[in-house]
């Protein structure tokens, strides 16, 4: 279980205190997480998740809150945080910042056919149409800069085919980081991976986890889900569920030739930025009981994978 700092009931009773949200029944910590410290929290009044935010800049939180206000109110359901009796949505416990939001309803997807995938590529146009011209503005931790810096300090570490892979991309992160390429930008959610999304039955009903949430090129956010939601076993791209995906996001919004263009390596560097911080996460939690690891080397046969890329975007006429 992904709990970095322990909450005892006695220490959740006082901080729930301070909402009204009446008696605390029950509550427990969230497997499958691998940053943040999550827990299920279940009151009088309904069913809520609490989080304490283990790693990041904490001064970004307020863009967290309210980028979920902005879009709670554009109708997408997602977590906003909840406001205290003195109108307060960041609060600290156990010394981390916390957060409570609302329990949202579903479950998640391991096996998603095309009609999930659709469903997630218009939600994901939903948020860039609804960012897209806010003023709401936020570097991304782990952009072009620090993928490059990984990068060369993963290539002396990495098998021979490795480095294949890594040098082809090099250039790629070196041209875009000097010549922008013209790509339509919002803020974006840059973690949307099934565990991050809930579904009743097909029916798209949340989706929740922005911590990496940051303004960028939205074709980026669309290769990110299509290397999570889109793969066969042996991690290459099963074009039914890929051409669902971005035929529901170009139902609410277009692509351009440019991002056609840029699709191909897009795809490569979106699997490259989750390798790299899995070799990280893996090197920074080894032997650490009770914390998700997830596998790096399945983003590199992600990345190995798409050196043919078949399915390409589909272009308004």
Not at 124 to 131: G, Y
Not at 200 to 225: K, M, P, Q, R
């Amino acid at each position: 279980m992904s709990v970095f700092t322990e909450v005892s009931r006695a220490q959740l009773e006082d901080f729930l205190a301070g909402f009204a949200l009446g008696r605390l029944i029950e509550f427990a910590g969230i497997s499958g997480g691998s940053e943040n410290s999550n827990f299920f929290v279940s009151c009088s009044s309904g069913d809520y998740v609490l989080t304490l935010v283990e790693r990041g800049d904490v001064d970004a939180l307020p863009f967290f809150i309210e980028l979920l206000e902005l879009l709670h109110q554009a109708g997408l359901s997602v977590p906003y945080a909840i406001a205290d009796r003195q109108g307060q949505c960041l609060h600290q416990l156990n010394g981390r910042p916390a957060l409570l939001q609302p329990r949202l309803p579903g479950q998640h997807v391991d096996h998603p056919d095309p009609t999930h995938c659709q469903a997630v590529g218009r939600w994901l146009a939903q948020l860039h149409n609804a960012t897209a011209d806010s003023p709401m503005a936020r570097p991304s931790e782990r952009g072009l800069e620090w993928m490059l810096r990984q990068t060369l300090q993963q290539l002396a570490d990495s098998p021979a085919l490795h480095n294949s892979q890594l040098d082809a991309l090099l250039g790629a992160l070196a041209d875009w980081q000097l010549t922008d390429p013209g790509l339509p930008r919002s803020v974006l959610h840059a973690d949307l991976f099934r565990d991050n999304v809930m579904f009743e039955g097909h029916h798209l009903s949340g989706v929740i986890d922005f911590y990496n949430a940051a303004s960028g090129w939205t074709l980026y956010d669309v290769a990110i889900a299509v290397n999570d939601w889109c793969l066969n076993a042996d991690a290459s791209v099963d074009a039914k569920r890929a051409q669902a995906l971005l035929a529901g996001y170009a139902s609410l919004r277009h692509f351009t030739p440019a991002e056609a263009r840029c699709w191909p390596d897009m795809l490569r560097v979106a699997a490259l930025r989750f390798w790299l911080s899995r070799r990280l996460a893996a090197d920074q939690h080894a032997g650490q009981q009770g914390v998700l690891v997830k596998d790096p080397e399945h983003f590199m046969r992600v990345l190995i994978q798409h050196q043919r890329v078949a399915v390409g975007l589909p272009l308004a006429l």
